[in-house]
């Protein structure tokens, strides 16, 4: 039987995601930004919290496992390279690691930048993977503890993912991210597609994640650095892709 996800809003731009096994009734809440919210949305659903699944340390993705694990019991998976700056976690993964929700299976990608030890779990069967702050719709995390290098890396490394793989991402900054990108490529039509789609989903009240790789791969300049016409418009042309994704992370800082 196919997952299902609930998508739900946390803290300030946060988002939370359930992602629920219909044949067990296993259900894991990817990154714990607050209980209070993952609590209503287990009420509204009615499921069972039966896994935490941890992309990353930042307090903004964790701090509400010690409430959920006390009320729940349930398990926390979390990155082997991380595992000392998370609370009570039970279970430590690294790049290749297979990891079950109930009969739901995600692959462990280590993907490196934002934090040192960053992970994404990748549902294959079900076509999601779960970015935490590594790629946003549009956009993609702060470089803070990796390299300009390590995080180009990673980003590659989702962008070879199949292009119907649903994206989810840890905050909702698709449209200041559109607004950054208009910059780099004001001529991409797919981006421009992408900017009314977005626009036209807040204004609805609706979310704009997740996203699907296909249109990131055409629209996000983060994922865009290796095409010539990119690196032409930054005056870098002809220059290593990293050297480009890094002029344009430097740029986002700055926007
Ligand atoms: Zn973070």
Redesign the pocket.
């Known amino acids: 039987m196919p997952a299902e996800t609930k998508l739900f809003r946390c803290l300030n731009d946060n988002y939370g995601v359930l992602i629920h096994d219909p044949a067990s009734g296993a259900t894991a809440a990817i990154d714990a930004p607050e209980a209070a919210p993952i609590e209503a949305a287990l009420k509204q659903t009615g499921w069972k919290l039966t896994d935490i699944l941890v992309t ?1 340390h ?1 307090g ?2 964790t701090g509400g496992i010690a409430e959920l694990k006390q009320n729940h019991k349930c398990r926390v998976v979390a990155p082997r390279a991380e595992a000392a700056k998370i609370p009570l976690v039970d279970e430590t993964v690294s790049e290749g690691d297979k990891v079950s929700v109930g009969n739901l299976n995600a692959n462990v990608i280590e993907t490196p930048g ?2 040192a030890g960053h992970i994404t779990f990748w549902f294959h069967a079900d076509k999601l993977a779960f970015a935490g ?1 590594t790629l946003f719709s549009i956009g993609c ?1 702060r470089v803070i503890e990796g390299t300009m290098d390590m995080m180009w890396a990673s980003l590659k490394k989702l962008r070879d993912l199949p292009g119907d793989t649903r994206v989810y991402c ?1 905050h909702e900054y698709t449209l200041a991210n559109i607004k950054f990108a208009q910059t780099i490529e004001p001529d991409n039509a797919a981006l421009k597609t992408r900017a009314a789609q977005a626009a036209k989903q807040i204004a609805d009240g609706q979310w704009t994640i997740p996203t699907t790789l296909d249109e990131e791969r055409a629209a996000n300049p983060f994922l865009r650095a290796d095409v010539p016409a990119v690196a032409a418009h930054l005056g870098l042309a002809g220059k290593p892709a990293a050297q480009v994704f890094a002029e344009i992370r430097e740029r986002k800082n700055k926007f």
């Open positions: 990353h930042h903004d993705h934002h934090t702050d995390g840890g």
